[in-house]
Nanobody
Framework: QVQLVESGGGLVQAGGSLRLSCAAS????????MGWFRQVPGVEREFVAG????????DYSDSVKGRFTVSRDNFKNTVYLQMNSLIPEDTAVYYC???????????????????WGQGTQVTVSS
């Protein structure tokens, strides 16, 4: 099993930056594909960014492309989401997710992942 704990959320003004971290514990972190999702009440959980097991493949939603960067450090068992140029529409609870996979494909479907963090709130003020 893999346990995921997120941190780094908070309140920031539009145009500011935050870096989210997802610390993983358990077996074989280096073989897990990782994703970041966000959710606003009443709205379906949305794919934000993903990174495959090796870090060699990443993918982003169109709404964050060019502003967010996902990375991982397998030695620290941690995945990061660097968020720059934040806008109020980025306000949401952000979740990290994991599934064992050695594929280079980044899966954008929340239903595909079988491990989830508790979420961390990001609020961007106008």
């Amino acid at each position: 099993q893999v346990q995921l704990v997120e941190s780094g959320g908070g309140l920031v003004q539009a145009g500011g930056s935050l870096r989210l971290s997802c610390a993983a514990s358990g077996r074989s972190f280096s073989t897990y594909s990782m994703g970041w999702f966000r959710q606003v009440p009443g709205v379906e959980r949305e794919f934000v960014a993903g990174i495959n097991w090796s870090g060699g493949s990443t993918d982003y939603s169109d709404s964050v492309k060019g502003r967010f960067t996902v990375s991982r450090d397998n030695f620290k068992n941690t995945v990061y989401l660097q968020m720059n140029s934040l806008i109020p529409e980025d306000t949401a609870v952000y979740y990290c997710a994991a599934r064992s996979s050695v594929s280079r494909v980044v899966n954008k479907s929340s239903a595909w992942y079988n491990y989830w963090g508790q979420g961390t709130q990001v609020t961007v003020s106008s």
